[in-house]
């Protein structure tokens, strides 16, 4: 297993990392500057390799699913998980895999995060320890059995990316949720866009692979994906062979700082490049959205106070409404 574990870093070169919303880092998106979030997690384990080495969207460990069966996760209640391997990723950017009892399921909703927490070394006025408490969007399989992966990148002012980055074999995070953030169902939508911004793939990836791996959801989903450089498209394999594997889903990568051999966009996402690449405004339509607060902006307006907020944007000007548009 610990081979297949390397095997899945090298596998997944690329980190991406957004909380909901975001440690509070830095990044650039066409220019802008904004903070930039670190979480992530990525479907883990030889079903995930499994991925790689096959044409066909396979997950090993969703057999004869019992709905009695117990959840790792308490909504309610802190509960700790055991590191039990680390890989790197790129020079920034780790994978952590995270185990728990094999006899129960995670309990991840689909699209749901947890929450982490890790003590800061301070005390409140009550003699009570202080907590840097963050999200994280798991993408790894809701059904893998004994263990969840987070992909995280670290970044120098990220507390929590820190605290994870600082992290051995054998330590112990806390974690509560799932902390539900869009209900999805099967054909809720005939067609679904998804416009991400670096670690903003995340959730997105949750709902793609939940769409793929059931031949009765027969939803079109097409990705808009911007990055500050070809080297920071989070999991481009993955999505790579994804897109080549099911014709239901459509992916295109823009980027600010292209090498001389990008083939994709350039720049940040356009209204020319909403127009083309997502479906049109309909009753019939759902548009995601999640990337650092510039693009939000940018984009579709951002959340306020954890609420939806107001639309704006690219999005509200070619002609999309409120009710067509999530933010995550």
């Not at 610990?2 to 830095?26: G, M, T, V």
């Not at 079903?47 to 004869?64: E, K, R, W």
């Not at 308490?74 to 728990?100: C, G, M, Y």
């Not at 295109?252 to 127009?275: A, C, E, H, N």
Request: proline share 7%.
């Amino acid at each position: 297993m610990a081979f297949l574990f390397k095997r899945l870093a090298k596998a997944a070169p690329i980190a991406f990392s957004q909380a909901s919303r975001c440690e509070s880092n830095k990044s650039s998106f066409a220019g802008f500057r904004f903070p930039l979030g670190a979480i992530a997690a990525v479907a883990g384990g030889a079903s995930y390799f499994y991925l790689f080495s096959s044409p066909n969207l396979a997950y090993m460990d969703q057999i004869n699913e019992d709905t009695t069966q117990k959840t790792a996760l308490n909504p309610n209640q802190w509960i700790e998980f055991k590191l039990e391997d680390r890989a790197l990723v790129s020079h920034n950017t780790h994978l952590f895999r995270f185990s728990f009892d094999p006899s129960e399921k995670l309990g991840l909703d689909i699209a749901s995060c947890i929450i982490t927490r890790a003590p800061i070394g301070q005390q409140d006025a009550e003699g009570k320890p202080k907590y840097f408490i963050r999200p994280y969007t798991p993408v790894s399989d809701p059904d893998a059995k004994g263990y969840f992966d987070l992909l995280i990148k670290v970044y120098p002012e990220g507390k929590m990316s820190q605290h994870f980055a600082s992290l051995k074999p054998g330590d112990k995070v806390e974690v509560k949720g799932p902390v539900e953030k869009l209900r999805y169902s099967p054909n809720m939508k005939k067609q679904i866009g998804m416009i991400a911004g670096g670690s903003g793939i995340t959730p997105m990836l949750q709902v793609i692979e939940a769409i793929l791996k059931n031949p009765d959801d027969n939803t079109q989903i097409s990705l808009l994906y911007a990055n500050v450089s070809p080297d920071d498209i989070l999991l481009k394999e993955k999505l790579d062979v994804l897109a080549a594997t099911h014709p239901n889903l459509k992916v295109f990568y823009t980027v600010d700082d292209p090498t001389k051999d990008w083939r994709g966009g350039l720049g940040y996402i356009s209204q020319d490049m909403v127009v083309k690449g997502l479906p049109p405004p309909s009753d019939d339509t759902l548009i995601l959205v999640c990337g650092p607060p510039g693009m939000m902006k940018h984009i579709s307006g951002d959340k306020e106070n954890r609420e939806q907020g107001e639309l704006s944007g690219i999005l509200k000007e070619v002609g999309y409404t409120e009710h067509m548009v999530y933010k995550f």
